[in-house]
């Protein structure tokens, strides 16, 4: 089975970077053809941050997410997503998920449901 695993969450204070990171196991390459970060914030529906097609190592950001305060990268063994967050603003609280899915496109690049595997997130707090 496909597991994905996010660690490196935490409480900070405005200004502060976190690297966020997601294990992955248990899965062929064809499974995590695109892997992505997601955030939901407090009462809001959760929403794609960045992404990134897993064989070409195109990155693609989602609108909000592009002035450069999130950067999202693997490890050369495409087992672990990272995701790099400067600059860190209380909007910036949430719930931040990976995931992965076995078909790679622009087109819904975020949409929730064309995810097949998901982790169970790692909280992001900052005052």
């Known amino acids: 089975d496909v597991q994905l695993v996010e660690s490196g969450g935490g409480s900070v204070q405005a200004g502060e970077s976190l690297r966020l990171s997601c294990a992955m196991s248990?899965?062929?390459?064809?499974?995590?053809?695109?892997v992505a970060w997601f955030r939901q914030a407090p009462g809001r529906e959760r929403e794609g941050v960045a992404a990134?097609?897993?064989?070409?190592?195109?990155?693609?950001y989602a609108a909000g997410f592009t002035q450069g305060r999130f950067i999202i990268s693997r490890d050369s063994a495409k087992t672990t997503l990272y995701l790099d967050i400067n600059g860190l603003k209380p909007e910036d609280t949430g719930m931040y998920y990976c995931?992965?899915?076995?078909?790679?496109?622009?087109?819904?690049?975020?949409?929730?449901?064309?995810?097949?595997?998901w982790g169970q997130g790692t909280q992001v707090t900052v005052s």
């Open positions: 990134i097609y897993t064989r070409a190592g195109h990155k693609h």
């Open positions: 248990g899965h062929s390459a064809d499974e995590t053809s695109c």
């Open positions: 995931a992965a899915r076995t078909t790679c496109g622009s087109y819904r690049l975020f949409a929730l449901d064309v995810y097949n595997y």
